[in-house]
């Protein structure tokens, strides 16, 4: 047997075991920032996710979003804009299946970058940070491979500086 041979049954064997328990998804969500000083603002943000299942109770994920647009606030009599432009993170997920319904605890790190301006000066900065991130959801199973999920999440909160909100979506699991 050439080695091609060999590596093309070895990946068709292994394949199945290194997809069981992984999954993939995306969700949409309704994201409030909210800092010292500043009125809140919203903005809306789109997430894909890859994770695997390692037991019933555990799973572990990667995220990474988009904003899908900005909001305005006003400050000290100036019209301050916000954008965020993207976040990723790493986080473990417990939870514990009830009947069709999966309802967890995340918690995790994500790293955030934005986007500030004033819009009546024409200037703009850009500003990223790394913070815990924490929040609770539930899964609902349509049939085995495919769940609807809706979440609260803390994507970060550090420096007086609080970014959260609430999410839903759809998985494939593999």
Excluded at 77 to 106: C, K, Q, T, W
Excluded at 118 to 147: F, H, K, R, W
């Amino acid at each position: 047997m050439n080695k091609k041979t060999l590596l093309a049954l070895s990946l068709s064997i292994l394949s199945p075991v290194a997809f069981a328990g992984g999954y993939a998804g995306g969700n949409v969500s309704v994201l409030d920032y909210s800092e010292n000083g500043f009125e809140d603002m919203s903005v809306t943000a789109a997430a894909a996710k890859l994770g695997f299942q390692a037991t019933d109770h555990i799973s572990g994920e990667l995220r990474v979003g988009f904003g899908l647009n900005d909001d305005s606030a006003t400050a000290m009599g100036e019209d301050i804009s916000l954008e965020i432009d993207n976040y990723f993170g790493a986080y473990g997920r417990v939870g514990m299946p009830v009947g069709d319904f999966y309802p967890y605890a995340v918690a995790g790190f994500t790293r955030v970058e934005l986007t500030a301006g004033v819009t009546s000066m024409g200037v703009s900065m850009s500003d990223s940070g790394t913070s815990v991130s924490y929040g609770v959801g539930v899964d609902y199973s349509i049939n085995e491979a495919i769940s609807l999920n809706a979440e609260y999440m803390n994507l970060y909160d550090r420096d007086a500086v609080e970014i959260g909100g609430f999410s839903v979506g759809a998985t494939y699991h593999f």
